[in-house]
């Protein structure tokens, strides 16, 4: 559908190029616009035809690409947010934990990295956790079951969330 405008063009030059050299397209004894003829006239309003369906095929494909790549940036976005969420379900046990054995002094999840929770001292703490406890922190979790039902729940989710996306 894109070499259409193209062809036309090419065919329209032939056309007219044959038409002139074939019959007199022009008339040297009249003036102005009288100059053409009849073929002359069919070659040029050819011509004029392919220009303008050729300039308005040119936009609609240029407006079809551009529309096209506005909706790849926005699934690209959708995408990136759906990620970010499943990771912070992910994250989300882990940091509660790690504000739970920093002595349980509050800290936003945000201000939390993975680098934070991989420190020795908190691992430690992680491993030495019996996930059948119930968090000791009101700000962890509150009433929220087990260290095990907030692990499962929230991974699972996080899985959930990322198998839906891929899906």
Known sequence: MEYIPVLLAFASGIS??????????????QVGIKKL?????CALALIVFSLIYSAVSTY??????????????KLG???AVEISRSL?????????LYTENRSGNYMS????????MLDDGILKAAQDTCLEL?????????????????????I???ITRIDQLVD
Not at 16 to 29: E, N, R
Not at 60 to 73: A, F, H, V, Y
Not at 109 to 116: A, N, P, Q, S, V
């Open 37 to 41: 003829t009849i073929p002359g006239r």
């Open 156 to 158: 699972t989710l996080g």
């Open 77 to 79: 976005k959708i995408v």
């Open 134 to 154: 119930r968090p000791k922190t009101f700000y962890s979790f509150p009433d929220s079951g087990t260290w095990n039902d907030i692990f499962h729940r929230d």
């Open 109 to 116: 999840e945000k201000g939390i990295t993975i680098d934070m």
């Open 16 to 29: 007219a190029i044959i038409i002139g050299s074939a019959w007199d397209t022009w008339d040297k004894t």
């Open 88 to 96: 912070e379900s992910l994250l989300s046990p882990f940091r509660a």
């Open 60 to 73: 609609q494909q240029r407006e079809q690409k551009q529309i096209e790549e506005l909706e790849k940036r």
